[in-house]
């Protein structure tokens, strides 16, 4: 597609419940990263795909997360038992080559709300 | 480990002030520097980026930085900010074997008309 897609926009969950959130990245581009924007808390890596390389999985906060990349394109990040401190902005963002120079095409976001 | 640091968290200028943003990095090798920017209600974008050759660099709508490996910087300026810069703006930092960009916490910027 044109851009980095992301479904949902918006989740709210209770806590205690499992979410799923989807990102499409560019087609052709091989990196996908995702990231989670806090109020007052910048961008936090959390985990990137590269081709079929193993994921750098060094920023994933606890076990509860996870994420899956298939065919190299779309990749979904699961948070299981969700807690009232995973409510942030969700950002997934693709790259042509992963090294990372080149910069990085962001999605929209999507706006996790535990409640 | 890679870091930044952005020094402002809330600036707060006139249309017509000039702005520098300051940024930090710690990485002692090569490093891949980047400046993203936020528009209220819209996504992340690139703003301009620094890998090679000339360390001043010029982005979209008349922002420049200039990348000081001495001080190991890469500030933001732009010499006129009209209302429409109004933003969050995020320094960036990707430097040697790391595949992923480290973020700045990130500075708002709100334009006064």
């Known amino acids: 597609g044109a851009g980095v897609s992301q479904s949902p926009s918006n989740k709210v969950t209770e806590k205690g419940k499992d979410v799923e959130l989807r990102c499409d990245p560019i087609?052709?581009?091989?990196?996908l990263y995702w990231y989670r924007q806090s109020l007052g808390q910048g961008l936090e890596f959390l985990i990137y795909?590269?081709?079929?390389?193993?994921?750098?999985k060094s920023g994933l906060p606890s076990d509860r997360f996870s994420a899956e990349r298939t065919g190299g394109s779309v990749s979904t990040l699961t948070i299981q038992r969700t807690q009232q401190e995973d409510s942030a902005v969700y950002l997934c963002a693709s790259s042509l080559q992963g090294q990372g120079a080149e910069g990085y095409t962001f999605g929209s976001g999507t706006r996790l709300t535990v409640v | 480990a890679q870091s930044v640091s952005q020094h402002n968290h809330h600036v707060i200028l006139s249309e017509a002030a000039s702005l520098e943003l300051g940024c930090n990095y710690s990485y002692g090798g090569t490093v891949n520097l980047f400046w993203y920017v936020q528009y209220p209600g819209q996504h992340l974008q690139l703003l301009l980026k620094y890998f090679s050759g000339d360390p001043l660099v010029k982005g979209i709508k008349g922002f420049e930085a200039e990348f000081i490996k001495s001080k190991f910087s890469f500030n933001l300026r732009k010499p006129s900010v009209q209302w429409s810069d109004t933003a969050e703006y995020f320094c960036a930092v990707n430097g040697g074997g790391y595949q992923k960009v480290t973020f700045g916490i990130g500075t708002k910027l709100q334009v006064i008309p």
């Open positions: 087609s052709g581009h091989t990196a």
């Open positions: 795909f590269q081709g079929n390389s193993a994921p750098d």
